[in-house]
């Protein structure tokens, strides 16, 4: 079983940028073969996919996001990276790192998913 722990959230006014990390571990030896996602779920509603990045580097997002939101990872430090710009206050949410259940799998449904962080409050002001 993998570990997520996620670090970056805050309070933010709209316009403004902030960045998301996650770090893993447990099964470190074989990050680089995962892709990695991030969700969000906001007070109310369901949990969305937000961006994915395969093993690969290619990446993939939610149409609210695209433009807007970069997705990266470092496979030496086993982390990945959501960089949020021109911030909304409906991106207002709690942001879950997660990470699918098998190796070399894009997956952009919370179905699909092994592991979750314990996620991060990002709040964004009008």
């Known amino acids: 079983q993998v570990q997520l722990v996620e670090i970056g959230g805050g309070l933010v006014q709209a316009g403004g940028s902030l960045r998301l990390s996650c770090a893993t571990s447990?099964?470190?030896?074989?990050?680089?073969?995962?892709?990695m996602d991030w969700f969000r779920q906001a007070a109310g509603k369901e949990r969305e996919f937000v961006a994915a990045i395969s093993w690969s580097g290619s990446t993939y997002y939610a149409d609210s996001v695209k433009g807007r939101f970069t997705i990266s990872r470092d496979n030496a430090k086993n982390t990945v990276y959501l960089q949020m710009n021109s911030l909304k206050p409906e991106d207002t949410a709690v942001y879950y790192c997660?990470?699918?259940?098998?190796?070399?799998?894009?997956?952009?449904?919370?179905?699909?998913?092994?592991?979750w962080g314990q996620g991060t409050q990002v709040t964004v002001s009008s």
């Open positions: 447990g099964r470190t030896a074989t990050f680089s073969n995962y892709a």
């Open positions: 997660a990470a699918p259940r098998r190796t070399r799998v894009v997956v952009t449904t919370a179905e699909g998913v092994g592991s």
